[in-house]
Structure formats: C-alpha cells, structure tokens
C-alpha cells in the first residue's frame, strides 16, 4: 500500500497535467491527489512501524535462546571463547539480524509484483514500451545476485575482525587490574590499535563496493526512464501514442524502479547480517559436551531417616 500510494501521487499529478492539456475538469484528481499524499506518508510510517515490531519481537526470542544454549555449553565452552566475543554476538550480531526481519521480508514481495504491474500496464499503452524498459529493469533487479560475491566476503571478515576487535576491548577492560598490574598497557595499546587498524581496512573495501554498486544502480534507473522518454517520444511523433499520456506512463516507469532498487541496495547492505548471522549460526549448532542424565526419581522426606541413621 505504501508503494502504491507513493505511485498514485506521481500518476493523479500527471493525469491534472493531461486533464489541463485536454482543458477538461481535473477537479477530482485534485481531490483524490489531497487525500493519497498524506497517506502515503502515514502508510510508511505503519509499514515502519510493523515490520520494526515484528523483527524486535523476534530478536527478544533469539537472545533468550542465546543465552539458553550459552547456559546449557558453560562452563567448557568458554575456555574456548572469550566473554568480549560472546557479548558482541549475543548483543550487536543478533542486533544486525534485525536488518533481515524489518527491511528485507516485505519489500520482496512488493519488489516482484509492482515492476510487473508496471510493465503490463506499459505493455497495454504500447508494447515498444514494456521492452524499452525491461532489459534495464531486470539489470537492476539481478544486479545484487551477480554483484554480491565480493561484498558478502567483505561483510563477513569485517564482521569477524569487529567480533575480535570487542572481545579483546571487553577483555582488556575486565583485565584492567592484571593489565596495570604486569605494566602491559603498552603492549595491550598495540594490539588494539592494530585489531582497529585491521577492522578499517575491510570496511573501505566494503564501503567502497557498496558505493560503486549504488552509483551503477543509478546509472541503470536513469537510462531506464530515458529509454521510456526516447522511445515515447518517437511513438508519439508517429502517431502511435499520445503525447499527453507520454509523462504519465513515464512516472510509472520510473516507479517500477522504486521496490527494485530498495531491494538491490538492501542485498547489498545485507552482507553484515550474513556475516553475523553466521556467528550466531555457529552457536546455535554448536554441540552441547555435557548433557543431564535421566536424574533419579525421589520421594519428599525420603532423604531424613538416612540421615538420621
């Protein structure tokens, strides 16, 4: 709804302009226009709004049943795991999950069936249209498949270099005393500037993809519509499309770019999430070595007279 309504507000103001250009009434697309713009912007909050809801729901859940599988591996598993890395996964990395449950499920869905509302409708003004359009749509929406390999590389060893990077700092900060006390604040200093060194030199990378990646987004989005107006326009000198509607099933074109470009950027910012859903993937299956037996069955008070005796 939120898309359709941001649509609607680009088709009612095209559909004055025709009325306008027709010298006709445009007194009900006015009226129409003053009800959808406002209700886009409430339609966006609500669409926030639930999915935020639903995903903070499911994270209260997934670190409950964190720290369940946490209680049921102590006290071995954390000879082998640091007390700063287990707090940065059951805190920023189940966090980062977040970013899959509030802004990946929906926009989907809207992702596959507003672009092909759109390239119908263009198809039924003039097939020459829906094809104008098409190859560009479909680079923009595969361009996070084919463009993700190295940005999900990336992502997950900047996430692995921040889980260690906060296992050493929460390590250092508990350790304060020891750390004073063997005159190693010195050395600890190092050894944190080089793990923040090492943590800066994967982002760049990673931030640098993602920029090129959005820059070719636009790029596509931008000669898709100038497709649409190139070919529009030679439809409309040969008499094969009116003129008025031309700004009319542009804007729409454009629109079929708006869900597929929020999905593409979403893949891309999606490469964190896949390197901390692995962190936690990893706890989640990690075997439990010591498990309780089947216990033994006792009665209340069966204990005393054994005492006593």
Request: charged share 15%; aromatic share 8%; glycine share 8%.
């Amino acid at each position: 709804l939120r898309v359709v309504s941001f649509i609607g507000v680009g088709v009612l103001s095209a559909l004055i302009v025709l009325a306008l250009k027709h010298g006709e009434s445009y007194a009900g697309y006015a009226i129409a226009l003053a009800v959808v713009a406002p209700l886009s912007g409430l339609l966006h909050w609500l669409e926030s709004w639930l999915a935020h809801d639903m995903a903070f729901r499911l994270l209260a859940e997934m670190r409950i049943d964190a720290f369940r599988k946490l209680d049921a591996l102590a006290p071995a598993y954390l000879v082998r795991r640091r007390t700063g890395d287990l707090m940065a996964l059951a805190t920023h990395d189940i966090e980062l999950v977040e970013y899959f449950f509030a802004h990946t499920v929906a926009p989907a869905f809207v992702a596959l069936l507003v672009p092909a509302v759109v390239v119908a409708a263009l198809a039924w003004a003039n097939g020459w249209l829906a094809l104008a359009l098409l190859p560009f749509l479909l680079a923009v929406g595969l361009s996070p498949f084919l463009m993700r390999k190295r940005v999900d590389r990336l992502g997950s060893e900047a996430r692995e270099a921040a889980g260690e990077l906060g296992a050493f700092a929460v390590d250092s900060v508990q350790g304060l005393g020891e750390i004073v006390a063997f005159q190693q604040e010195a050395s600890r200093g190092a050894k944190l500037d080089q793990l923040s060194q090492r943590h800066i030199s994967l982002r760049l990378p990673f931030f640098r993809e993602l920029t090129m990646q959005h820059a070719i987004l636009e790029v596509l989005t931008g000669l898709g519509g100038l497709a649409v107006v190139g070919v529009g326009a030679m439809l409309s000198s040969s008499g094969a499309l009116d003129p008025g509607l031309l700004p009319l099933l542009t804007i729409l074109a454009m629109a079929a770019f708006l869900p597929v470009s929020e999905i593409a950027q979403i893949g891309r910012q999606l490469a964190d999430t896949l390197g901390a859903t692995r962190r936690v993937y990893a706890l989640a299956n990690e075997p439990i070595p010591v498990r309780d037996g089947p216990g033994v069955a006792a009665r209340a008070g069966a204990a005393a007279p054994a005492l006593s005796r």
